[in-house]
């Protein structure tokens, strides 16, 4: 079945360090792939996504590239901010899947000034 | 905007309650969806609806049931509330499905703890 893997939490970083958080997935068929951001309090919101084969997802300073070959689907930003406090979901849905959302387990992500 | 509400944040049922959670979206999305969430989990699909009065189980419908009575309201029901049911519950709702050209959108949650 499909499946997504991130990275353990947490991860705490100083403000304007480079972020990556590492996704990969095992999907059956083409899967377009998501990520979700969930601030303290609030529920999950997307951040990007990306439909196809090196495809780049990007929004917000954030991006993320489509890499079939390695079935990944690593988020990066340049520069985070405390304001980047949150906790990261990679996803991907599947249309042999019915288009279901499969999530990842989330990734904590700590900012310090 | 597309607000989802969830009527509670908190709640604290003891074990055996029947236990209602309501959710209600403002934007006339077909779609409708309950999730858990726990630490370490990730999100996990309890019930889905596509339609008023349509329902179809997730990944983990054991011990809830779902209602569709109205398009904008889609309601989680745990008939008997046990330990294990002790999580965060998120709703949310999409125009069509959740592939690429329509996004979910969430509720805040609601943090159910069973006693």
């Known amino acids: 079945g499909n499946s997504v893997t991130q990275m353990e939490g947490p991860v705490t970083l100083s403000e304007e360090a480079f972020l990556t958080i590492n996704c990969t997935y095992t999907a059956t068929g083409y899967p377009s792939l998501f990520w979700y951001v969930q601030y303290p309090g609030e529920g999950l919101q997307l951040l990007l996504k990306a439909t196809k084969a090196d495809d780049k997802g990007s929004n917000k300073g954030f991006e993320a590239t489509y890499r079939k070959e390695t079935t990944s689907f690593h988020l990066e930003k340049g520069s985070v901010q405390v304001s980047d406090s949150a906790v990261y979901f990679c996803?991907?849905?599947?249309?042999?899947?019915?288009?279901?959302?499969?999530f990842g387990a989330g990734t904590i992500l700590r900012v310090k000034s | 905007d597309v607000k989802v509400t969830q009527s509670s944040r908190y709640l604290v049922k003891r074990t055996g309650e029947k236990v209602f959670l309501e959710c209600v979206q403002d934007?006339?999305?077909?779609?409708m969806f309950w999730y858990r969430q726990d630490p370490g989990l990730g999100l996990r699909l309890i019930y889905f609806?596509?339609?008023?009065?349509?329902?179809e189980k997730g990944d983990i419908p054991e011990g809830y049931s779902v209602s569709r009575e109205k398009k904008e309201r889609f309601s989680l029901i745990l008939e008997s509330a046990s330990t294990n049911q002790t999580s965060m519950y998120l709703c949310?709702?999409?125009?069509?499905?959740?592939?690429?050209?329509?996004?979910?959108?969430f509720g805040n949650g609601t943090r159910l703890t069973v006693t």
């Open positions: 609806s596509y339609d008023v009065k349509m329902k």
């Open positions: 996803a991907l849905s599947d249309l042999r899947n019915g288009n279901k959302l499969v």
């Open positions: 934007m006339d999305h077909e779609n």
């Open positions: 949310a709702s999409s125009l069509l499905g959740t592939g690429v050209n329509s996004p979910l959108h």
